[in-house]
């Protein structure tokens, strides 16, 4: 009932900075919480960053201070505004949403994973 798109991966030297949109359509309404993802080769995935609702964001230790998440309400939509960028930083991001209050690890939907690719 709800598709995420997202854009805006891609390469980009370390120190560079690139900014990630995920749009969700459909039954919106069961939205609450959105967030991203990423994996990296031979890596687990982990929690990059969420928002909830009303605002309240929660980050990896890894990115805090570097990546900031954001949302639009208005127009169904997300952000992760990443800078600073460094090879660790390499992996395939995912956009997720849930219905619930929090981002959970097995999120109700998910989108479609864009590359994003630090080089040294």
């Known amino acids: 009932q709800v598709q995420l798109v997202e854009s805006g991966g891609g390469l980009v030297q370390a120190g560079g900075s690139l900014r990630l949109s995920c749009v969700a359509s459909g039954s919106i309404f069961s939205i609450s919480s959105m967030g991203w993802y990423r994996q990296a080769p031979g890596k687990q995935r982990e929690l990059v960053a969420a928002v909830t609702r009303g605002g309240i964001t929660d980050y990896a230790d890894s990115v805090k201070g570097r990546f900031t998440i954001s949302r639009d309400n208005a127009k169904n939509t997300v952000y992760l505004q990443m800078n600073s960028l460094k090879p660790e930083d390499t992996a395939v991001y995912y956009c997720?949403?849930?219905?619930?209050?929090?981002?959970?690890?097995?999120?109700?939907?998910w989108g479609q994973g864009t590359q994003v690719t630090v080089s040294s």
């Open positions: 997720a949403a849930d219905r619930s209050f929090t981002l959970r690890l097995n999120s109700d939907y």
